[in-house]
């Protein structure tokens, strides 16, 4: 059995320190009774590895989310190069106009850039919430929080964003009181989170990051996306499928960012059980953002790997 | 404010239709009916129980309307109220369809809320689940001396059981509360940034937070040692999208012998497709 009580790194996504707890957590919190946002399958394997549940824990921070940040709509006109100058740094990639003429119809500069100030108010959201949960867990002297969920959802119609994280803080049976650390913390419940510590790992935190890409399509791009190359436009009439380089190369970006975000974060430790997921959201006619998520648990080698008993074939009747 | 108490909301039912006393007595006869699948039907009598029955309750509640304030989070404590009220009412009916059947406890129990096209600001709350028996002789009535309800599924009640725990009582804490609209002048006072809105995290935080300590209160009632799969609910239902229920439900559960009787999982490779 791996020793589970041990405080990790101040780990998890960066964020300010948290508030006060409202009135009716510290009352729900000092309750007898244990909380438990697990199913009862994971609460057995939960159990059953010597962990003890000690109440449903949870962190909340409610952006404004709007996009007035420089390439905001209201900055469309201005010359993208306008808008790199004043990014902020980061990934961008500039594409020319291959017509060499002018016109107001005629998108002679594209660029695809990232925006640091998007990413910068998600990690702020996404950290504040996290840290506001960890806060609960850490009043509760829990060891540790397990069936960490999060959501990132819109709120009513105010247009604003907001993080809610969810999970349950545990203790390790008969453990020590956690040394002044902060407890550690997974995605993973249940039978998933025994098979990962069985396999030698042990959770340090959940991590997560967003990686956001503004495409400002040029010329070529804007032709090729609504497929009217071969419209006459000389030396790059062409039919048949053809690759949009432009955008192909945003998606990439935002996947490279995403995961580089995310390694700077693990500080020499390993990554598992991440997802990632994209959205793509058109703002205007050839002007798109590409948001890329990555979220995984942060874990430590502790043992060597363990192998597990070879599985038994089945064959389900009926 | 006032927390809305089971004593003080709900009041005491003693009257079942016709219809159902009668198909209560027939089930007493031994004909049971029930909505659990047969696995689930296999695993609550491995656990030790057998079906009496399908039992089920239900409360026609008129909500009324709340005046609230445009630019201020709150919680409208009357809806809240009807909310609670409404669900706890449909529970006790369906405890006591479940009583006269002599039942230990309901298991799969499910709350519905349905509105109709005839029922102007009125919605019907419903429970039902299937009754269940000890084999053992021994009283699985909870501390208030009533069956024990649960959401569980016969497969999880099974696997609760070998973990040395026993549902006490489907639980639950509601709260109806009213999202701030933003004045023009604050959202053009922030424009330009991405900033957090902590007024809107503490009254969300807040929300959440009632209703869940409202269903810890109604595990306190029942001296639970817990309460598993808790589930978060939010619900705006016809009130439009700033004004959200939030809705806490769990199965409370109590330790008995501490003694956690499941196997160790096997791992299996499946040959099916």
């Known amino acids: 059995m791996t020793d589970l009580t041990g405080s990790v790194d101040p780990a998890g996504p960066p964020g300010p320190a948290a508030g006060d707890l409202p009135e009716a957590a510290v009352r729900r919190l000092q309750s007898d009774a244990f909380s438990s946002g697990l199913t009862v399958p994971d609460f057995a394997a939960c159990l059953d590895l010597g962990l003890e549940p000690v109440a449903l824990v949870q962190g909340f921070c409610v952006m404004q989310w709007g996009w007035y940040g420089p390439g905001s709509g209201y900055m469309r006109g201005m010359s993208p190069y306008a808008v790199a100058s004043g990014g902020g740094g980061g990934y961008s990639e500039t594409y020319r106009c291959p017509h060499g003429f002018v016109s107001a119809e005629h998108r002679t500069w594209g660029q695809n850039l990232e925006q640091p100030w998007v990413e910068a108010a998600w990690t702020q959201g996404y950290g504040s919430a996290y840290a506001r949960m960890i806060e609960e867990a850490t009043d509760m002297g829990a060891h540790g929080v397990i069936g960490v969920v999060d959501r990132v959802g819109t709120l009513a119609d105010t247009g604003n964003t907001e993080f809610h994280f969810l999970g349950t803080a545990v203790k390790v049976d008969g453990g020590q009181p956690p040394a002044g650390g902060v407890p550690w913390s997974t995605y993973l419940a249940g039978q998933r989170l025994t098979k990962s510590i069985e396999a030698g790992f042990m959770p340090v935190a959940v991590v997560a990051s967003l990686a956001s890409v503004r495409v400002w399509a040029y010329c070529m791009t804007e032709y090729l996306m609504e497929g009217q190359v071969g419209m006459g436009w000389g030396g790059y009439a062409s039919s048949g499928p053809q690759l949009v380089d432009q955008v192909s190369k945003a998606h990439m970006a935002a996947r490279q960012l995403a995961r580089k975000h995310v390694r700077e974060q693990l500080v020499g430790d390993e990554l598992h059980g991440a997802t990632i997921d994209v959205a793509t959201r058109e703002l205007a006619q050839g002007d798109e953002v590409i948001d890329c998520t990555l979220r995984g648990n942060r874990v430590r080698r502790f043992k060597d790997f363990d192998p597990i008993a070879a599985p038994r074939p089945t064959v389900r009747l009926g | ?273």
Request: include cysteine.
């Open chain 2, 1 to 273: 404010m006032t927390d809305p108490t089971p004593e003080a909301a709900v009041p005491v039912a003693r009257d079942l239709p016709k219809d159902a006393a009668h198909r209560l007595e027939e089930l007493e006869h031994g004909l049971f009916t029930s909505d659990l699948s047969v696995n689930e039907f296999l695993l609550v009598k491995e656990a030790g129980f057998h079906p009496l029955g399908f039992v089920m309750g239900s409360s026609i509640y008129h909500i009324g309307i709340q005046t609230r304030k445009w630019g201020e989070s709150q919680e409208l404590s009357k809806l809240t109220e009807a909310m609670y009220t409404a669900r706890e009412l449909a529970m006790t009916r369906m405890e006591e369809e479940a009583q006269e059947l002599g039942a230990d406890g309901v298991v799969g129990v499910r709350l519905d809320v349905n509105y109709y096209e005839w029922g102007n600001d009125s919605a019907e709350f419903i429970a039902f689940g299937t009754a269940v028996k000890a084999e053992d002789g021994n009283s699985y009535l909870n501390a208030l001396g009533k069956p024990f309800t649960s959401d569980l599924s016969g497969q999880d009640f099974w696997t609760l059981m070998q973990t040395g725990h026993v549902p006490q009582g489907l639980v639950m804490g509601t709260c109806v509360f009213h999202i701030a609209h933003r004045k023009l002048t604050q959202a053009l006072g922030s424009m330009g940034q991405n900033v957090e809105l902590p007024n809107f995290t503490q009254a969300l935080y807040e929300a959440r937070e009632l209703a869940m300590t409202r269903m810890q209160d109604e595990a306190g009632q029942l001296n639970a040692s817990g309460i598993v799969g808790v589930r978060l609910e939010e619900k705006s239902h016809q009130w439009g999208s700033h004004t959200i229920e939030f809705l806490a439900l769990g199965t409370a559960v109590t330790k008995t012998t501490g003694e956690v009787t499941l196997p160790k999982p096997t791992t299996i490779i499946s040959l099916d497709n």
